[in-house]
């Protein structure tokens, strides 16, 4: 059978610093600039579990962080760092598993062909005993048929677990999961889900009413499809990235659109470039914005045909950041921390476009 394993590291920023402060393990960790030295707009990019049991959260403002665990070690982010580590676990996979798909800094998928769930549930132990001893970094791994079934088992599986799925447990293991653990559902789509009654995955395989059908449209039918563990093999595609983004925070909040507007601009070139370099088309656009109450909205877009390039990356995003700030104007006209560009659902740019990209109405919601 063919298996997928969704390896991520634990707390990743936080566990790279330990291998260099081993002092420090068991004791609450932050990386993030320290509120203790001066005001700062910054927030938490990791945090130890031992901070984690205080309440401390990823992209948590700092001076928070500090009120709830004020014992903690504060280190500052070494960026660089964290990349060479990514690459040593790549590097690491790369010596067992012939493809090694990073999908995030953290995060990574492999195949593997086993006889059954027992001998890829070992196969996942001996990987994480191995990240373990040789690079020091702790790991918690799923393994599914389908890369995301893995995903959900790695989060299941944290920390430091092995969660194995097998096919014919794959709906009984979704069902009592909030449908917050689906991947791509954020807390806007949770939200929008339990209006129509849907709290968890065991409530999506019982489907949809019609009204919340024609919202989520393709998202929807993958959901319940997910749910119902029909979900089971995925195409070639299955390791492929799920989602690529790019966001600037601002030195001051920002109360000027057409100054955002710039920064999309910008930030949907690098986005374009770095898809470019994968060789990658894009169908969907997002645009996130956390407002100057650390509150977040995101407007999505699925185009009618994949796309590629900067031009039409900004157009959309432009237009998606118009309607957000146009609503927002509206009501309580709150200042720009954060933008945001993101994409996904994407095709291999050797494929030919075979329909021209227009702006029907919004797509699909995002994370």
Known sequence: MRWVLYIDIDAFYVSCELRDRPDLVGRAVIVGPDPSKGPTRGVVLSASYEARAFGVRSAMPVGEAGRRCPEAVWIAADFPKYGRAAEEVRARLALRFDEVVPLSIDEAAVRLEAPDADAAGTVALEVQSDLRESLRLPASIGVATSRAVGKIASDRAKPGGVVVVRPESVAAFLAPLPTRSIPGVGPKTEARLASFGIVTIGDLAKGLPLAARREFGDSGRYFIRLARGEELVEGPDVLGPRSRSSDRTFETDVSDPREVEVAIDRLARELAESLAKER?????????????????????RTLTGAAEGSE????????????????????????????????????????????????????????
Do not use: I, N
């Open 312 to 367: 039409r990356l900004s157009a959309t995003a432009r237009r998606l950041f118009e309607e957000l700030w146009s609503a927002e104007a509206a009501g309580r006209q709150r200042k720009v921390r954060t933008v945001s560009v993101h994409t996904e659902r994407f095709r291999p740019a050797t494929d030919r476009q075979r329909t021209l990209d227009s702006f029907d109405g919004p797509g699909p919601p995002v994370k």
């Open 280 to 300: 990658l088309r894009y169908q969907t656009v997002a645009v996130g914005v956390r407002w100057e109450d650390f509150s977040r909205t995101t407007r999505a």
